[in-house]
Every structure is written in structure tokens, then in C-alpha cells.
């Protein structure tokens, strides 16, 4: 075997592998820092041994037991045994042995590294960025590009995330009870931000970003997997599969967006909506689970004109209790004016006018725009359309924004 090929199989496997590597050296050192050093030591080794020696029979495994052995060298040079029994409750007799171990022992480590991941200690983009980097395996660089920031904020911001977790003092650990649930919900809203900021780029010149949705759809299932009686975590998984499923249909060839009653339905993944509905019959009454509810609606609907917007409009009602909010209101109001008529939602849309959270917000002007288009006041809606071209950050949307506004002033609806 060549260098090269060496090369690419380490780092296909390491891609695959790393978060697992991480988390089961995690339950050794204690510190998710020196935990992935040491997995990119076990790296190291591999672009050096395996050249000669060529790629092991389970090359994962082998990673996995190299990092183990170094970080219980580490541990045996930086400390006694007697300070660590003091310190730990047991002795480095009890760590288990640096072999191949089985995929479901490290499954359990790998829940302890999500958990600890996306601690509530850490803001928001800071678990994001850690979470992408250890659990979704990308780069500095890579998670710089999806969220339109600099290398050096992203490595800044997951070195902080990391001394944070070690000044902390938090333990690698699933929490149980009251603190179980808030770390969960920290857990889940990691994952749906990711998927979200995939699903509909903020800003930049592409809509959609698919490897992050590829890795937040990714870490749902682990999690549907590792956590099979935690009814939200499906309604979730639910969600994002459902989501995820009209991917192909969201873009035309070009990259430009294409809106739900223009979608070719044909280009929904059924395989991916069988899966939604699949992980929906597991969900609970959450707020994840409803919106699954909601996409479940809208996959089950084989034209836009079959969609039940009565049922949609409904749940918005229930998902608006769930977690009050202005966009969820927003969404509301879209759902009531295609159950009940543009006039209705023109009238909940311009309750949110003055809401604080909707300024700068440019679906306002956007949802706005349409529902005057509907009632046929086109110069009101092209105004409304080229305030939310101006307010987008996204290229993808204010062309089409401004296609749209042209577009209703030639007698279109």
C-alpha cells in the first residue's frame, strides 16, 4: 500500500470513526480537550504504521485501542495511583483495557461526549461548533464555511468551549432527573440549529448547505438509537427526516430556491418520509413533535392543493402554546390564511408588526407581500417584496425576492 492510499483510508476511517475515538478517550482523561489531542495522536500513528503494515481488520478498533493506550500512559505519567483513587473513587486497575472493543460499549461514551458537547455552560454557537467538530467530524475550516465566519473565530470559539468544559468541572456523564431534561433540550436545540442553518442558509449564495443537514440528521438517529425511550428525541428525528426529504425538490438546477407549491413531489424522498412517519409513531406531544406533525401534513398531501391546512393551522395553535413565539405565529398566520383566506392571515400577520423579534426579520415583509398579492394589491405586495429582498442576507433568496416583486406588478399571484 502507498502513502497515498495509506492516507485516504486513515482519514476516511477517522472521519467516520473520530467521535466515537474521542468519546470512549474521554472516559479516561476526563477532559474532552486532551481527549481529541489524543485521538489525533492515534492519527498520527496510523499514517505512519499503516503504510508498512498495511490498513488493520478493523481499522476503527485499532484507532480506538492506540488512543486508549495513550491516554492511560498519560494519565499513569501525570498522576499516582493513589491521587487518582482520591480523585476518582477507583484506580487506573479499573480503566478498562486499550483492546477492540465492541461498537455498543463505545455507544454509551459517545452519549456521555453529546451530552457533554452541547452543555448548557457553553453559548449557543460555541456548542454548535464543538459539537460539529467532534461529533459531526468537521474541520476548522469546514464549520467556519457553513456559518460564514472566520477560521479563526471557529478555532477560538471551540478552544474556548473546551477550557470552559475543563474549568467546569463537567463530568462525562448522562445526568438523570430534572438536569437530564434541561441538558437534553440543550442537545436537541444543537442539533435542530444545525440542521436548520442547512436546510435554509442564512446567508451566502446557496440556499442549502446539505452536509450540515447530512450531520444533524446523522446525530439525531445516534441519538433515536442511544435514547429509544425519550419521546422528543424521535418527534425530532422525526422532524428532520421529513424535513430533509424534499431536499432534492428545494432547488432548482441552477441553485435557485423553489417554493413549496412549485415543488416537483415526485423528488421527495419516500424513503426518507417513511422514516419521518416511522420515528413520528414513537414521538411524544413536544414541540419537536409537533412540527414533525406539520411536515407529516405536508408529505402526506400528493399535490399542494391536497394539503390539510386546517390540521396545520391547528397545530401551529398547539406549537405556539408549546413555545410562544413570534416566528411560530408568523407560521400560524400562513397556515390560517390558506385554511381561511389571505384576509384572515393578512390580519394575524399584521398583529406581529411591531414585534421586536420580527424586525429585521425579512419572511415578514415576505409573508406580507404574498398575502397582498392574493388580495390582489400589487403595489403594496411589491413594496413588501422588496423590503424582505433588502433585509435577507441570503443572494438565493433576494433574487428570488426581487423576481417576485417584479412578477406581482405583471399580474401575477
Not at 495509506?6 to 482519514?11: H, K, L, P
Not at 446523522?218 to 428532520?240: D, I, K, Q, S
Not at 432548482?252 to 430556491?257: I, L, N, S, T, V
Not at 433568496?397 to 416583486?405: M, W
Request: aromatic share 4%; with cysteine.
Amino acid at each position: 500500500m502507498t502513502e497515498r492510499e495509506a492516507a485516504g483510508a486513515v482519514e476516511a476511517v477517522f472521519r467516520i470513526e473520530s467521535a466515537r475515538i474521542i468519546a470512549a478517550v474521554t472516559r479516561i482523561v476526563r477532559d474532552v480537550g486532551i481527549a481529541e489531542e489524543l485521538a489525533q495522536d492515534a492519527l498520527v500513528a496510523a499514517l505512519e504504521q499503516w503504510p508498512r503494515e498495511g490498513v488493520p481488520e478493523r481499522p476503527g478498533a485499532w484507532l480506538t485501542a492506540t488512543a486508549k493506550h495513550r491516554a492511560v500512559d498519560l494519565v499513569r505519567r501525570r498522576e499516582t495511583y493513589a491521587r487518582k483513587l482520591a480523585e476518582m473513587g477507583r484506580s487506573l486497575a479499573d480503566v478498562p483495557a486499550p483492546e477492540p472493543t465492541e461498537p455498543d460499549d463505545i455507544d454509551d461514551d459517545l452519549l456521555r461526549l453529546i451530552f457533554t458537547a452541547c452543555h448548557p455552560v457553553l453559548s449557543a454557537p460555541s456548542r454548535i461548533a464543538l459539537t460539529l467538530r467532534l461529533l459531526g467530524g468537521l474541520t476548522t475550516p469546514e464549520i467556519a464555511r457553513a456559518f460564514l465566519t472566520t477560521e479563526p473565530a471557529v478555532a477560538q470559539r471551540i478552544v474556548r468551549a473546551k477550557r470552559t468544559l475543563a474549568r467546569a468541572g463537567v463530568p462525562f456523564e448522562v445526568p438523570s432527573g430534572a438536569d437530564r431534561a434541561q441538558r437534553l433540550s440543550s442537545v436537541l436545540e444543537v442539533v435542530y440549529l444545525i440542521f436548520n442553518e442547512g436546510y435554509s442558509a442564512t446567508a451566502g449564495d446557496d440556499l442549502l448547505r446539505p452536509q450540515l443537514c447530512e450531520d444533524a440528521l446523522r446525530l439525531a438517529r445516534v441519538l433515536a438509537g442511544l435514547m429509544p425511550a425519550e419521546p422528543e428525541v424521535h418527534g425530532l428525528t422525526a422532524l428532520l427526516e421529513l424535513q430533509a426529504s424534499r431536499t432534492a425538490a428545494r432547488t432548482g438546477p441552477d441553485g435557485r430556491p423553489v417554493l413549496l407549491a412549485e415543488q416537483n413531489r415526485a423528488r421527495w424522498d419516500r424513503l426518507l418520509i417513511r422514516r419521518g412517519f416511522a420515528a413520528l409513531q414513537r414521538a411524544g406531544t413536544g414541540s419537536y413533535s409537533v412540527q414533525a406533525a406539520i411536515a407529516a401534513c405536508h408529505a402526506k398531501a400528493v399535490r399542494y392543493e391536497d394539503t390539510d391546512w386546517a390540521t396545520i393551522a391547528a397545530l401551529y395553535g398547539r406549537l405556539l402554546v408549546l413555545t410562544p413565539s413570534p416566528v411560530v405565529a408568523l407560521n400560524r398566520a400562513v397556515a390560517v390564511s390558506m385554511a381561511e383566506g389571505p384576509a384572515a392571515g393578512l390580519e394575524l400577520v399584521d398583529a406581529l408588526a411591531t414585534e421586536p423579534a420580527l424586525r429585521g426579520y425579512h419572511l415578514l415583509p415576505s409573508v406580507r407581500g404574498d398575502l397582498l398579492a392574493r388580495l390582489g394589491r400589487a403595489a403594496e405586495a411589491r413594496a413588501e417584496f422588496e423590503r424582505a429582498a433588502e433585509l435577507t442576507r441570503n443572494e438565493r433568496e433576494r433574487e428570488l425576492l426581487r423576481e417576485r416583486a417584479a412578477w406581482v406588478m405583471e399580474g401575477g399571484v
